[in-house]
Nanobody, 119 residues
Framework: QVQLVESGGGLVQAGGSLRLSCEVSGTAFSINAMGWYRQAPGTERELVAAITSGGSTNYADSVKGRFTISRVNANYTGHLQMNSLKPEDTAVYYC?????????????WGQGTQVTVSS
């Protein structure tokens, strides 16, 4: 069964950096788009960054120039490098991937990892 496992969250001071990772485990044939979303208390989940299988990326305006999304297709891993973090970046970050496998399900989510930026 396909699962997405995130790691790398934590507590950091404003201006600091964190690197989130998302590992796709299980029997996957291929992974199309991968993305990172975040949800702060009392808000809706929002797209932070996304990357296609070909490497094309897009970012939320609020993180452009500070965050970088990447992926390693060979081992089904995605990353989100977050620099110049701000308190408003505090949220639970979720990995999302469009995975092709034996299952009819294609859309998968990770369990989320907390990112807290102190001022």
């Amino acid at each position: 069964q396909v699962q997405l496992v995130e790691s790398g969250g934590g507590l950091v001071q404003a201006g600091g950096s964190l690197r989130l990772s998302c590992e796709v485990s299980g029997t996957a044939f291929s992974i199309n788009a991968m993305g990172w979303y975040r949800q702060a208390p009392g808000t809706e989940r929002e797209l932070v960054a996304a990357i296609t299988s070909g490497g094309s990326t897009n970012y939320a305006d609020s993180v452009k120039g500070r965050f970088t999304i990447s992926r390693v297709n060979a081992n089904y891993t995605g990353h989100l490098q977050m620099n110049s973090l701000k308190p408003e970046d505090t949220a639970v970050y979720y990995c999302n991937a469009d995975v092709r496998s034996f299952s009819p399900q294609n859309d998968y989510w990770g369990q989320g990892t907390q990112v807290t930026v102190s001022s």
